[in-house]
């Protein structure tokens, strides 16, 4: 009877200790399969981010021609450059937003000047829209020619913003010179290199005539 009992407390001695030695097995090879997937699963929360914002901002461009044909008057989409002060959030701090030039009622006894001013109104069309976290355009004008336009500076109580400006007509056109090529290229930001295009990148090209859009990735 005890060389049973004996046997019975053995085996159930073995038993635990074969179930433990399973487990850790289990978790090794789950660590192992996880270390080896980590950087394909990265690699697409990256290029999945890249392009959620490189068709937000071309749906922002989509709408702003739309809503120039729609009001039969100029719409004009802003690039704000990143402030020279680093962002709390760690963001480029980059940001783009929308104006539709509107005509103003001027008084009969205004001067030419006050009548010029009052039929250029401009009017904000939603709110301004910083570019998402961990995404920049890149300030290399090889890659994002829209930085080569004209820069203009905004005053705002939050303190004066730089920017570049595309202004889409009632016929469908812009206000980008024909000559040459107008694009812009998304990368990570902050970016490693600002020589040359990272692995991932998200290029936009737009036809100053037909505001057409183009979009390049890599293969």
């Not at 570019?131 to 355009?137: E, N, S, T």
């Not at 080569?148 to 913003?161: I, V």
């Not at 000559?179 to 930001?189: K, R, Y």
Request: aromatic fraction near 8%; include cysteine.
């Amino acid at each position: 009877m005890k060389s049973s009992l004996f046997s019975l407390h053995h085996q159930s001695q073995r038993s635990k200790a074969f179930t433990l030695l399973e487990s850790l097995c289990v978790i090794l090879i789950l660590s192992l399969l996880l270390a080896l997937a980590a950087p394909p699963m990265l690699s697409i929360i990256r290029a999945s981010r890249l392009t959620a914002a490189g068709e937000f901002l071309t749906g922002k461009l989509v709408e702003a021609q739309g809503l120039a044909i729609t009001f039969s008057s100029d719409v004009e989409l802003r690039f704000y450059k990143a402030p020279s002060a680093v962002t709390a959030d760690g963001r480029s701090g980059q940001a783009v937003q929308l104006f539709h030039w509107v005509e103003g009622d001027a008084d009969a006894s205004s001067t030419e000047e006050e009548t010029s001013h009052a039929a250029t109104q401009l009017e904000k069309i939603g709110p301004r829209e910083t570019l998402p976290d961990g995404i920049a355009l890149s300030e290399n004008p090889d890659f994002s020619s829209v930085w080569t336009l004209p820069s203009e500076e905004e005053l705002a109580a939050d303190g004066s913003r730089e920017y570049v400006a595309i202004r889409f007509r009632p016929d469908g056109s812009t206000d980008l010179p024909e000559v040459g090529v107008w694009h812009f290229t998304l990368i990570e930001h902050p970016a490693v290199s600002s020589e040359k295009l990272p692995a991932n990148f998200y290029t936009v090209q737009i036809d100053p005539v037909t505001a057409k859009l183009e979009v390049y990735r890599p293969e």
